[in-house]
C-alpha cells in the first residue's frame, strides 16, 4: 500500500552483547548485584529497617539491656506498648529492670517461660508511680499476658500486676498464661472491682506478704493456679469465680471467700498455718471440692482447715470428693474441728456426716476421711490419681551442689517410690528453689535441668527439662537468677501393680565455670524461707 510508512528494520537502542555475553544471550548467576536491586539485602546479615509484622500486628523485639537502674528497659517495653507494638521477650530470654510500666488497650507481652523471662525491680522503680505497681492497667480493652516471672525482691512495689478498680462495670477479658508473681511486701496479682473476664492459666503466686492474688472483679477463671507462702493466698470479691486444680501451701490462710457464687474445684490445702478456706460473712452459694492436710499449723486446736461463718446463710457445698486426710509426715499439730459451720447452712455430701456439737461445731475430727472410703470417689489410681507424694522441709537449709553430670539430689528425703496404675504410665513432678549464678566473667552462661533417675543409679527414666537459664552475655552483668522450678514429665512403659522407685536429680550445663548452681529445700521459716522441695507421682 502506497502512502503508509515503512517499518525501521531494527529498535532504536539494540545492544550487540549483554554482560559482554553475544548470541541468545541467558541470565546467570552474578548478573546483578544486591546494590543494583531494588529493595534486595544480602543473605549475609542483612540491615533491615522498620519492625516485622504478622496479620496486621507489628512484632517488636525487646531484649535486656543490663541497665539496673530500669530506665532503659522500661523504655524500651513502654515506647512498644505505646506504639501498639506486640511486644516479644522470648527471642533472648533474661532479666529485665523496670520501674513502672503501664499497659496499653490491647497490649501483648510474651516472654520465653516463666522463670526464663524474669522482671525485677530497677535502683530507679517507685512506690508512689501508679499506686506503687510494677505492671498497672486502667483500661478497659483485653490485654494478653504470657511467659514470665514478676519478682519484687521484696523492694518498694505494692503490686506486681494491677488492674486498677473501675469507676462502672467494663468486661475486660485479659488473659493471663504461664506468669509468676512472687515476692513482694504486698499482693502480686490485683483485679480491681468492676472488672469482669480474667482467665489465669498455670501461673504461681508465691511469697506475697499480703495476698497471693487479690479477685475484686467478677466471672473470673483461675486454672491450675500453685498458691504458696502468701499472707493470704486467693482474696476472693469477685462473683462467678472459679478456681480449678489448685495447690495452696504454705500460707497463712489459703484461701478467703467474701461473695456469693465460688467454685474452688479439685484444690489441693497442705499445711498453712491458719484455715485452708475461711468463707466469709457475704458469702454464699459455694461449692468446694479440695483435699484437706494439716492445715491450722500456727497453733494447736485453734484453726479448722474450713471456716464457715454465721452469715453464710445461703449454704456452702462440700462436694463429694472433699476430704480430710490425716497429718502429713513429721507434724503433731491438729485442729480441732475439720469443718467449724457456726450455725451456718450447710450441705455436707461426704460419707460421714459427723455431728454437731452445742456450740456450733461440724465435729470431723474422729474421722480421718480417705479417698478410698469417701463416697463416690474415683478409683485411687484413675488418671489424674495422685499416686505418692513427698515433701521434705528441713528445719534447718539443705543446699544440693549441682554439678555438670547427671547425680541424684538426695537418695534418702528427695526419692519417691509408687505402685505404677494399670494404664502402666505416670506424670513425674517436682517443684523446687534453686539458684543459678554463672559467675563475674561476662561470657560465662549456666542452665540448670532437671529429671528422675532409677533409684540410687544415675539411670534416666524421664526427660531432661531446663528450668532456668542465665547469660551474663545477654544481660551484660553478672547476673543471677534465684526462683522455683517445676518439673513435669511423662513416663510410659511402666508394668502395672510393680513398685517403681525413683530418686529426684539434676544438672548443668555451662559456658565458663558458674559460681553457683545450687537446690535448696527448708521449712520456710528463719532468715532462709527457701521452702519445702515437693515430688509427686500422678497417674496418666
Not at 59 to 66: D, E, I, K, M, T
Not at 254 to 283: C, E, K, L, M
Not at 285 to 292: E, G, H, L
Not at 429 to 437: E, G, N, S, Y
Request: overall charge negative; charged content about 5%.
Amino acid at each position: 500500500m502506497s502512502g503508509w510508512p515503512k517499518p525501521a528494520s531494527g529498535g532504536g537502542g539494540a545492544v550487540s552483547s549483554v554482560f559482554t555475553r553475544t548470541g541468545a544471550v541467558v541470565a546467570t548467576t552474578g548478573d546483578y548485584t544486591v546494590a543494583k536491586v531494588t529493595g534486595a539485602a544480602p543473605l549475609a546479615s542483612p540491615a533491615l529497617t522498620g519492625l516485622p509484622s504478622i496479620n496486621g500486628s507489628v512484632l517488636a523485639y525487646v531484649s535486656p539491656s543490663g541497665d539496673t537502674t530500669g530506665v532503659t528497659d522500661t523504655t524500651n517495653i513502654q515506647n512498644s506498648l505505646n506504639a501498639g507494638y506486640t511486644v516479644l521477650l522470648g527471642h533472648n530470654p533474661g532479666t529485665f529492670y523496670v520501674t513502672n510500666i503501664t499497659l496499653t488497650a490491647g497490649a501483648t507481652i510474651r516472654g520465653a517461660g516463666s522463670g526464663l523471662t524474669v522482671f525485677l525491680p530497677g535502683s530507679s522503680a517507685s512506690g508512689s508511680v501508679n499506686s506503687g505497681s510494677m505492671f498497672y492497667y486502667a483500661g478497659t480493652a483485653s490485654v494478653f499476658l504470657s511467659g514470665f516471672t514478676c519478682n519484687g525482691q521484696d523492694g518498694v512495689y505494692n503490686y506486681l500486676l494491677n488492674f486498677t478498680a473501675l469507676g462502672s462495670f467494663a468486661a475486660d477479658f485479659p488473659i493471663i498464661d504461664d506468669c509468676q508473681f512472687n515476692t513482694i511486701y504486698g499482693t502480686g496479682l490485683y483485679y480491681g472491682g468492676n472488672r469482669g473476664g480474667l482467665r489465669a492459666s498455670n501461673c504461681s503466686f508465691s511469697a506475697c506478704s499480703t495476698v497471693g492474688a487479690y479477685l475484686g472483679g467478677s466471672d473470673i477463671v483461675l486454672d491450675h493456679p500453685e498458691v504458696s507462702y502468701n499472707g493470704i493466698g486467693l482474696h476472693i470479691y469477685g462473683s462467678m469465680t472459679r478456681v480449678h486444680d489448685m495447690d495452696c501451701y504454705y500460707n497463712n490462710f489459703g484461701v478467703y471467700v467474701h461473695i456469693p457464687q465460688v467454685w474452688i474445684v479439685r484444690a489441693s490445702f497442705d499445711q498453712n498455718s491458719s484455715s485452708g478456706v475461711v468463707v466469709d460473712t457475704n458469702a454464699s452459694t459455694v461449692f468446694i471440692s479440695a483435699r484437706f492436710t494439716s492445715n491450722g499449723l500456727a497453733t494447736n486446736n485453734t484453726y479448722p482447715n474450713v471456716d464457715i461463718h454465721a452469715a453464710a446463710a445461703l449454704g456452702v457445698t462440700l462436694l463429694p470428693d472433699t476430704f480430710f486426710l490425716g497429718l502429713a509426715f513429721g507434724h503433731t499439730n491438729v485442729t480441732t474441728y475439720d469443718v467449724y459451720t457456726n450455725g451456718v447452712t450447710f450441705y455436707d455430701y461426704s460419707q460421714y456426716a459427723g455431728t454437731s456439737s452445742a456450740s456450733g461445731h461440724t465435729d470431723l475430727a474422729n474421722f480421718q476421711q480417705s479417698l478410698l472410703t469417701q463416697l463416690g470417689a474415683p478409683s485411687p489410681t484413675a488418671p489424674g490419681a495422685q499416686l505418692a507424694r513427698v515433701t521434705y522441709a528441713p528445719a534447718s537449709i539443705a543446699t544440693y551442689t549441682i554439678t555438670a553430670s547427671v547425680a541424684a539430689l538426695d537418695t534418702t528425703n528427695l526419692t519417691i517410690s509408687f505402685v505404677a496404675p494399670p494404664s502402666g504410665q505416670v506424670v513425674l513432678r517436682a517443684v523446687f528453689p534453686f539458684l543459678l549464678r554463672p559467675g563475674a566473667v561476662i561470657a560465662n552462661s549456666v542452665a540448670g535441668f532437671a529429671l528422675f533417675v532409677t533409684h540410687s543409679t544415675t539411670t534416666p527414666v524421664s526427660a531432661y527439662m531446663l528450668y532456668g537459664n542465665v547469660d551474663n552475655a545477654v544481660t551484660g552483668t553478672n547476673t543471677y537468677l534465684n526462683s522455683v522450678g517445676h518439673y513435669e514429665a511423662l513416663v510410659t512403659g511402666l508394668t502395672p501393680r510393680t513398685t517403681y522407685q525413683y530418686d529426684f536429680a539434676a544438672i548443668y550445663t555451662a559456658g565458663g565455670t558458674p559460681t553457683t548452681v545450687i537446690i535448696t529445700a527448708d521449712n520456710g521459716s528463719g532468715t532462709t524461707k527457701n521452702g519445702p522441695l515437693f515430688l509427686y507421682v500422678i497417674a496418666a
